[in-house]
């Protein structure tokens, strides 16, 4: 079998049709795994035994005719996701022992609907980072080139699904975790509308932007992932009730009525690559050809948008990550008092970019700068979303690259922060928002994937999942 142009949707005809069984189809790709994760460093632990009895249950589901879409299909978990009796290190030595307790409710579905869970997937750490560099368990490399970073932060799962060593994957989004590694890995990512998907079991970073979502070949085969684990959890009270599934959006999409926005300040971004700009450009001249209707736009507040986020993010990363002091997870260093234990155990076990956040974050947060930084950050946020609320009055989509450069090298951007953030900025506008994103590729600058940026109202999911599908089955 050809593991290359295998899908979701085909995988799961195989299995019940009875051409392939799920423990046949599981080894491939544990073999897979063995013969490609030496060099790319994608997954951080593998559970082969489990996932084989899984794969069984999986079978013994299919024979008694009770498969769903997910059944016996193997996926892998982002490790800041809890999955019950495994290590989660969240790529940091901190939690490097850590082992989960229950599962995340997302996991908790995909078990439901018997899915086999391969492993855990390498990740920048506590998922800071936009190259999964930061781990400290050693870069993930692209698959497409062994030279550069898959993106990240979920770049362990971007370049999983990529290197055909799972057939999807979970990753979080709190900035453009999802969206860009898949942009650099030539896969699809979404980050769904806040509220959308449970957190119950995600290691927290910045519990206003966070989210989780799939990464996968394609867009139907996201969109099943994203149907699995959608919808009202009671452990997590940030999370709503509306969403139904739907298996057949690509007939309902009429192109003539669709409009796209182009927002302006997005194309002519500082540090936008021109190549990226005349792809990005020429996929939505292709929608417009199909009959949908273009529209420039404005997002006003867009140049703001990285100053607010990294405010933003590192407050809440800082009040987040307090617990991790070296009295209630993970190792300690010995000390004299109860504050040198805190200060040498997170000296000794966070990294250098956590530390930088946890300090931000602090600074931001404390007496006297609180108005300056913070509480101004959430004003521009609240501009965001209003330019947000009125361009959606005018359009269906928004259209975007992911990303303005291609992926690069390992290295190059590590030693400059602001560079390195400087990757986020189409991205982080939908998590200030809170708004949905998909990524799909689009072609390629220079042999490297780009990506394709859609960007969707509050709880737009099906409409992303429809125009994602359009254009990847008509578009040759
Ligand atoms: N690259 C962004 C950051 O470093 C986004 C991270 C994320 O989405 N988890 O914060």
């Known amino acids: 079998m050809d593991l290359k142009n295998l899908t979701i949707s085909q995988a799961h005809e195989l299995l019940t049709a009875g051409k392939i069984s799920a423990v046949e189809l599981v080894s491939k790709y544990l073999a897979q795994i063995d013969s490609k994760n030496k060099e790319l460093n994608a997954f951080l632990s593998v559970r082969a035994e489990k996932a084989l ?22 996926l892998t978990i982002k490790d800041n996701i809890l999955v019950k009796d495994e290590i989660c290190t969240a790529g940091s030595k901190i939690l490097e022992n850590y082992k989960a307790a229950y599962n995340a409710t997302v996991v908790e579905r995909l078990g439901r609907e018997g899915a086999v869970i391969l492993g855990k997937t390498n990740l920048d750490e506590f998922a800071m980072g936009s190259s999964t560099e930061n781990s400290a368990y050693g870069p993930t490399k692209n698959p497409h080139d062994v030279s550069r970073v898959p993106g990240g932060s979920s770049g362990g799962s971007a370049a999983a699904v990529a290197a055909e060593m799972c057939l999807g994957a979970l990753g ?16 699809v990512g979404l980050k ?28 139907k085969d996201a969109a099943l992932i994203f149907d699995a684990i959608c919808g009202h959890d009671p452990l997590d009270s940030t999370t709503v009730p509306n969403h139904t599934r739907n ?34 450009l020429s996929a939505v001249k292709w929608f417009e050809a199909q009959g949908a209707k ?4 404005k997002l006003p507040h867009t140049e703001y ?23 209630r997870y993970g190792p300690r260093s010995e000390a004299e008092n109860l504050m040198d234990v805190y200060t040498k155990t997170r000296g000794q076990y966070l990294g250098a ?10 600074y931001t947060l404390s007496s006297g700068y609180y108005d300056a930084y913070y509480a101004q950050a959430q004003k521009v946020r609240a501009l965001i979303r209003n330019d947000f609320e009125k361009a959606f009055e005018e359009v269906d989509v928004i259209m975007t690259p992911t990303s303005p450069t291609v992926a690069f090298k390992i290295g190059d951007k590590s030693n400059n922060p602001l560079e ?3 990757a986020d900025i189409f991205t982080v506008t939908a998590n200030l928002s809170g708004i949905c994103g998909l990524s799909i590729p689009c072609g390629q600058v220079d042999n490297l994937p780009v990506g394709l940026q859609i960007l969707g109202p509050w709880f737009g999911e099906n409409l992303l999942f429809k125009v994602g599908e359009y254009y990847e089955n008509y578009k040759t």
């Open 172 to 187: 979080t989004d709190t900035g453009g975790s999802i969206r860009q590694p898949a942009g650099f890995c030539g896969v």
């Open 53 to 74: 009895v899984e794969a069984k249950e999986a079978d013994k589901k299919i024979k008694d005719n009770k498969a769903s879409y997910l059944t016996g299909i193997p």
């Open 247 to 280: 298996q057949n959006r690509i007939d309902e999409l009429n192109i003539g009525d669709l409009k796209i926005g182009l927002p302006q300040e997005y194309f002519e971004a500082e540090g936008i690559n021109k190549d990226i700009k005349e792809k990005v």
């Open 192 to 219: 769904p509308t806040y509220g959308a998907v449970s957190r119950f079991g995600a290691v927290a970073l910045g519990s206003s932007l966070d989210q989780i979502g799939p990464l996968a070949k394609t867009v």
């Open 353 to 362: 970019e956590t530390q930088r956040r946890v300090m931000v974050g602090t």
């Open 420 to 422: 390195m953030y400087a």
């Open 305 to 327: 948008a990285l100053a607010a986020y990294y405010i933003i993010q590192p407050a809440e990363c800082s009040a987040n990550l307090a617990r991790y002091d070296g009295v």
């Open 294 to 297: 273009i529209k420039e736009i």
